[in-house]
């Protein structure tokens, strides 16, 4: 049962309206328990306090009754005292008995008897005649035994045909009883101590004698007295003295019932209380109970029912507003207010989540619609591959790169079946590598496709991202693109690529056998021409007039210049194109080199000096040599007459690169021809007074260039020359920027 | 056997033929000079073959002046073989170039040439030649 109830309780999800019902009935069981309680015990206290007062009231009458009898004794034993009695003079006390009886009106007869229990004179009788044995010889004994006053039992007066009782004197002479002296009295005596008008309405009150017979009721008095009292009654004074008891009447009505019966007199009291009177009480109060409890348990009832109908109906409104919120639909603009003042709360909380999930979910749309679009146009795939559950997620562009029709059903085994077989096994190691904890997670790559369908084959490029909880992969989600079109045009640039380099490398080819002829088959005719030109001057130089000297002279020369315009165009062509690496170079020793090697950089043609230390520079040995003598061959080459040429070298530092300056003391240049200079074929001086070719500084610009430095120059006319060559850090040399052309 | 005091030429082009023996001659260097034209005939008579074997006509050189543009058979090839006889170890080979290009200086070297000369080379550097190759063999007209 308790197991049924905690179950009731507890366990089951119940309406609002069931709970609160059952608090209401819960709550309203002890309160009534409690004013059933409360009544049953007051009723009790109250019925106590009237059994009490009912007690008292019975205890007053019996009292009362005594003192009736009492009164009754007094004239009695002043009676007893005559002094006739003593002489035994019964005529005399004759007639002062019946003075007395005259004073008592309610008395019947006085008699006097012997102890031996005969009567010798009644005052109902005249004097002398024959009187019998005393009738009532309870109370006659009980006088002889104790000497004191008794009272008699009622009896049927014989004489007074009526329902008396006697009262009883003892006549004593010095100590010695010598009569008995009895008075009559009539029950009619008793009667108004009862009367009805003493007790309450329906009330019945009795007076009964030492043997419980009626000596007065105050129900038809004469009929009921000398009867014997009910069997209840009697038996309740059997047990008591005094009590309080229900019981029934002689005519069998149900009362309640106190008595008392006098220690003196050996007489009792009773009332009849009918129980229907002392009973309403109690009924009536519980009746109340009962018909309050029940209106009071309906109006809770009905006030839990209403509350939990006002209640179940905000919190049902709350729900629909969750699910609409859930939902994302538009909210009803409902504005009236919730009774409840948590439900008002909860209400207000739903409503600016809900206004907050609008404008996220407004956002989230525009992103996701946004993204959408993004990957429409960019025919971009969505995939998503649950590695647990080997649950594939296409999105139609992806079954499209994998020539399935939209909708058509994917799993692991359908992407598996699409790529190229010669793709499959790259893939898949891509793949494991991805899903492997240890890794990122990312993979990309391409790959082939036959179309499940259609069976083109396309180029996918897939990139994606594997997501790990707890060192396992979860989640596999990335985007696919068709790139078979970028394939084909890679391709397509690739051996596009391929056929002009292979042109390119022809025309090198060829280039460099151009190079090859121009270098080594062109100047054979020079020089024969300029060798057989000398010889013609050597040999036949008597036979020569000046003028054909000179002009073989001039054929020499042309031809030897030829020689080195060539050579020059060919050095600038190989500084233009070959692929050099730089090193660092010890600048010092390469031009110490130069001079060593050139006589003409030597003294006294010339003085070289080199402020020393030169910073060593980042340079190509080879190409730094072609600009140190370029520059030396200029600075000797352009002085004016008579002047020997002086070259000072000094370097600096400056923002991290190195300046290398070639000072001269030539006929300088003007500003105007500084950029003009550096040009090929830009020579500024006529050829016939200066010599030289015009490409030696355009070979030290493009030298320079190749070096990843540069070339400069201050000068102005007739104030000499300063070149600048300029060279990268010294610290730059192991980055591989430096590094010009292959390896 | 007289030692060898003959110097072989080997060289197609009869311009350079005529400019070198002109330098020897204008350097006043007697020693008889033969010339080949092509690298075929050079090896025929470096090895003594056909008619290179008769060596009073056809002595053998104290050096070779290689011309390395040569018909058929390139002059390198020529150099390369010459290296490869054993015989022919101390034979110094002069190579005649019409460039002093790195490139081609740097094969010649690799080849086993001794030295070069830019055609053409002038009496002073063939003097210069003769001096730091120490050749007491020469003979000079007085």
């Given at each position: 049962?308790?197991?049924?109830?905690?179950?009731?309780?507890?366990?089951?999800?119940?309406?609002?309206?069931?709970?609160?019902?059952?608090?209401?009935?819960?709550?309203?069981?002890?309160?009534?328990?409690?004013?059933?309680?409360?009544?049953?015990?007051?009723?009790?206290?109250?019925?106590?306090?009237?059994?009490?007062?009912?007690?008292?009231?019975?205890?007053?009458?019996?009292?009362?009754?005594?003192?009736?009898?009492?009164?009754?004794?007094?004239?009695?034993?002043?009676?007893?005292?005559?002094?006739?009695?003593?002489?035994?003079?019964?005529?005399?006390?004759?007639?002062?008995?019946?003075?007395?009886?005259?004073?008592?009106?309610?008395?019947?007869?006085?008699?006097?008897?012997?102890?031996?229990?005969?009567?010798?004179?009644?005052?109902?009788?005249?004097?002398?005649?024959?009187?019998?044995?005393?009738?009532?010889?309870?109370?006659?004994?009980?006088?002889?035994?104790?000497?004191?006053?008794?009272?008699?039992?009622?009896?049927?007066?014989?004489?007074?045909?009526?329902?008396?009782?006697?009262?009883?004197?003892?006549?004593?002479?010095?100590?010695?009883?010598?009569?008995?002296?009895?008075?009559?009295?009539?029950?009619?005596?008793?009667?108004?101590?009862?009367?009805?008008?003493?007790?309450?309405?329906?009330?019945?009150?009795?007076?009964?004698?030492?043997?419980?017979?009626?000596?007065?009721?105050?129900?038809?008095?004469?009929?009921?007295?000398?009867?014997?009292?009910?069997?209840?009654?009697?038996?309740?004074?059997?047990?008591?003295?005094?009590?309080?008891?229900?019981?029934?009447?002689?005519?069998?009505?149900?009362?309640?019932?106190?008595?008392?019966?006098?220690?003196?007199?050996?007489?009792?009291?009773?009332?009849?209380?009918?129980?229907?009177?002392?009973?309403?009480?109690?009924?009536?109060?519980?009746?109340?109970?009962?018909?309050?409890?029940?209106?009071?348990?309906?109006?809770?009832?009905?006030?839990?029912?209403?509350?939990?109908?006002?209640?179940?109906?905000?919190?049902?409104?709350?729900?629909?507003?969750?699910?609409?919120?859930?939902?994302?639909?538009?909210?009803?603009?409902?504005?009236?207010?919730?009774?409840?003042?948590?439900?008002?709360?909860?209400?207000?909380?739903?409503?600016?989540?809900?206004?907050?999930?609008?404008?996220?979910?407004?956002?989230?749309?525009?992103?996701?619609?946004?993204?959408?679009?993004?990957?429409?146009?960019?025919?971009?795939?969505?995939?998503?591959?649950?590695?647990?559950?080997?649950?594939?997620?296409?999105?139609?562009?992806?079954?499209?790169?994998?020539?399935?029709?939209?909708?058509?059903?994917?799993?692991?085994?359908?992407?598996?079946?699409?790529l190229?077989?010669?793709d499959r096994p790259r893939l898949k190691a891509t793949l494991k590598r991805a899903l492997d904890?240890?890794s990122?997670?990312q993979y990309s790559a391409e790959f082939?496709?036959?179309?499940?369908?259609?069976?083109?084959?396309?180029?996918?490029?897939a990139r994606g991202?594997v997501?790990?909880?707890?060192?396992?992969?979860?989640?596999l989600?990335g985007?696919?693109?068709?790139?078979?079109?970028?394939?084909?045009?890679?391709?397509?640039?690739?051996?596009?690529?391929?056929?002009?380099?292979?042109?390119?490398?022809?025309?090198?080819?060829?280039?460099?056998?151009?190079?090859?002829?121009?270098?080594?088959?062109?100047?054979?005719?020079?020089?024969?021409?300029?060798?057989?030109?000398?010889?013609?001057?050597?040999?036949?130089?008597?036979?020569?007039?000046?003028?054909?000297?000179?002009?073989?002279?001039?054929?020499?020369?042309?031809?030897?210049?030829?020689?080195?315009?060539?050579?020059?165009?060919?050095?600038?062509?190989?500084?233009?194109?070959?692929?050099?690496?730089?090193?660092?170079?010890?600048?010092?020793?390469?031009?110490?080199?130069?001079?060593?090697?050139?006589?003409?950089?030597?003294?006294?043609?010339?003085?070289?000096?080199?402020?020393?230390?030169?910073?060593?520079?980042?340079?190509?040995?080879?190409?730094?040599?072609?600009?140190?003598?370029?520059?030396?061959?200029?600075?000797?080459?352009?002085?004016?007459?008579?002047?020997?040429?002086?070259?000072?070298?000094?370097?600096?530092?400056?923002?991290?690169?190195?300046?290398?300056?070639?000072?001269?003391?030539?006929?300088?240049?003007?500003?105007?021809?500084?950029?003009?200079?550096?040009?090929?074929?830009?020579?500024?001086?006529?050829?016939?007074?200066?010599?030289?070719?015009?490409?030696?500084?355009?070979?030290?610009?493009?030298?320079?260039?190749?070096?990843?430095?540069?070339?400069?120059?201050?000068?102005?006319?007739?104030?000499?020359?300063?070149?600048?060559?300029?060279?990268?850090?010294?610290?730059?040399?192991?980055?591989?920027?430096?590094?010009?052309?292959?390896? | 056997?007289?030692?060898?005091?003959?110097?072989?030429?080997?060289?197609?082009?009869?311009?350079?033929?005529?400019?070198?023996?002109?330098?020897?001659?204008?350097?006043?260097?007697?020693?008889?000079?033969?010339?080949?034209?092509?690298?075929?005939?050079?090896?025929?008579?470096?090895?003594?073959?056909?008619?290179?074997?008769?060596?009073?006509?056809?002595?053998?050189?104290?050096?070779?002046?290689?011309?390395?543009?040569?018909?058929?058979?390139?002059?390198?090839?020529?150099?390369?073989?010459?290296?490869?006889?054993?015989?022919?170890?101390?034979?110094?080979?002069?190579?005649?170039?019409?460039?002093?290009?790195?490139?081609?200086?740097?094969?010649?070297?690799?080849?086993?040439?001794?030295?070069?000369?830019?055609?053409?080379?002038?009496?002073?550097?063939?003097?210069?030649?003769?001096?730091?190759?120490?050749?007491?063999?020469?003979?000079?007209?007085?």
């Amino acid at each position: 049962m308790p197991a049924t109830l905690s179950h009731f309780i507890f366990a089951q999800p119940r309406s609002l309206r069931s709970n609160l019902l059952f608090l209401v009935v819960i709550a309203f069981i002890p309160i009534l328990a409690f004013a059933i309680v409360m009544v049953i015990l007051s009723a009790r206290n109250e019925r106590e306090v009237f059994e009490r007062g009912a007690t008292e009231r019975t205890r007053a009458l019996i009292t009362a009754v005594d003192a009736e009898l009492k009164s009754f004794i007094t004239p009695l034993e002043a009676l007893a005292t005559s002094r006739h009695l003593d002489v035994g003079d019964l005529g005399r006390f004759y007639e002062d008995a019946v003075r007395v009886l005259k004073s008592q009106p309610v008395w019947r007869t006085i008699i006097l008897s012997l102890p031996s229990g005969v009567s010798v004179l009644n005052l109902l009788r005249p004097l002398g005649t024959e009187l019998g044995a005393v009738v009532e010889k309870r109370s006659f004994n009980q006088v002889l035994k104790t000497l004191k006053p008794a009272v008699g039992d009622i009896l049927f007066g014989p004489l007074t045909q009526s329902y008396d009782f006697v009262i009883r004197v003892p006549v004593l002479r010095e100590g010695k009883l010598t009569y008995v002296l009895s008075a009559v009295i009539a029950t009619k005596s008793i009667d108004g101590l009862i009367s009805p008008q003493q007790l309450p309405p329906d009330w019945i009150g009795v007076v009964l004698d030492t043997r419980n017979r009626f000596v007065t009721r105050t129900i038809q008095p004469e009929r009921n007295a000398g009867q014997l009292a009910s069997e209840s009654l009697r038996a309740a004074l059997r047990r008591s003295p005094e009590g309080w008891f229900r019981g029934t009447t002689v005519e069998g009505w149900p009362v309640y019932t106190p008595y008392s019966r006098s220690s003196f007199s050996g007489w009792s009291v009773a009332m009849g209380i009918p129980a229907d009177v002392v009973d309403a009480t109690l009924r009536r109060s519980l009746l109340y109970l009962v018909f309050l409890g029940s209106g009071l348990l309906a109006l809770s009832l009905l006030t839990a029912w209403i509350l939990s109908s006002r209640t179940a109906g905000s919190i049902e409104s709350l729900a629909l507003m969750a699910r609409t919120v859930g939902s994302g639909q538009h909210f009803p603009s409902e504005t009236t207010q919730a009774r409840i003042t948590e439900v008002q709360v909860v209400r207000d909380a739903l409503l600016s989540a809900h206004e907050l999930l609008k404008r996220n979910s407004a956002e989230k749309e525009r992103i996701a619609s946004r993204l959408q679009l993004a990957l429409q146009a960019g025919n971009i795939g969505v995939h998503e591959w649950n590695p647990q559950t080997k649950q594939l997620i296409w999105d139609d562009r992806v079954r499209a790169h994998w020539g399935l029709s939209p909708g058509a059903p994917v799993d692991f085994a359908v992407f598996l079946r699409g790529l190229h077989p010669g793709d499959r096994p790259r893939l898949k190691a891509t793949l494991k590598r991805a899903l492997d904890p240890a890794s990122d997670g990312q993979y990309s790559a391409e790959f082939r496709v036959i179309g499940a369908e259609d069976q083109v084959q396309r180029w996918i490029e897939a990139r994606g991202q594997v997501v790990f909880e707890n060192g396992k992969a979860v989640r596999l989600t990335g985007t696919t693109i068709d790139i078979s079109e970028r394939r084909a045009f890679q391709s397509e640039l690739e051996r596009l690529v391929q056929e002009r380099t292979a042109q390119l490398q022809e025309t090198v080819g060829e280039l460099e056998a151009f190079s090859y002829s121009v270098s080594h088959d062109m100047r054979a005719p020079l020089r024969a021409m300029e060798g057989y030109a000398k010889a013609l001057l050597q040999d036949y130089r008597d036979r020569l007039d000046a003028e054909g000297k000179h002009w073989l002279a001039r054929i020499a020369q042309s031809a030897q210049r030829l020689d080195l315009l060539v050579r020059d165009v060919l050095a600038y062509s190989k500084v233009a194109k070959s692929e050099i690496e730089l090193t660092l170079v010890d600048l010092e020793k390469l031009i110490d080199d130069i001079i060593a090697a050139n006589p003409e950089f030597q003294p006294p043609q010339v003085q070289i000096r080199m402020v020393k230390p030169l910073d060593r520079v980042i340079g190509h040995e080879a190409y730094l040599t072609q600009c140190v003598t370029n520059i030396l061959a200029n600075a000797i080459r352009f002085v004016a007459d008579e002047t020997t040429p002086v070259v000072t070298i000094r370097s600096e530092r400056l923002d991290g690169k190195v300046r290398v300056g070639f000072q001269d003391n030539g006929i300088g240049i003007d500003r105007a021809h500084h950029e003009r200079i550096f040009q090929i074929f830009g020579q500024v001086y006529p050829q016939d007074k200066y010599g030289g070719t015009g490409i030696g500084l355009a070979i030290v610009r493009k030298a320079m260039q190749r070096m990843n430095g540069d070339v400069g120059i201050e000068s102005e006319l007739g104030r000499g020359s300063r070149f600048w060559l300029i060279f990268n850090g010294e610290k730059d040399v192991a980055e591989p920027s430096h590094t010009v052309g292959r390896r | 056997m007289s030692p060898n005091r003959a110097i072989l030429l080997v060289e197609d082009n009869v311009d350079d033929i005529f400019l070198l023996k002109r330098a020897l001659q204008q350097a006043r260097i007697v020693n008889p000079v033969v010339v080949v034209s092509t690298g075929q005939e050079a090896m025929d008579y470096l090895s003594g073959n056909g008619p290179f074997a008769d060596r009073f006509t056809y002595p053998m050189p104290a050096v070779i002046f290689l011309d390395l543009k040569l018909p058929f058979v390139f002059g390198h090839e020529v150099l390369g073989w010459i290296r490869r006889q054993k015989e022919l170890e101390p034979l110094p080979i002069i190579v005649l170039t019409s460039s002093n290009e790195a490139s081609d200086l740097s094969r010649c070297y690799a080849l086993g040439a001794n030295s070069y000369l830019v055609k053409p080379p002038t009496p002073e550097q063939i003097g210069a030649l003769a001096k730091a190759f120490n050749w007491s063999w020469l003979e000079y007209a007085h």
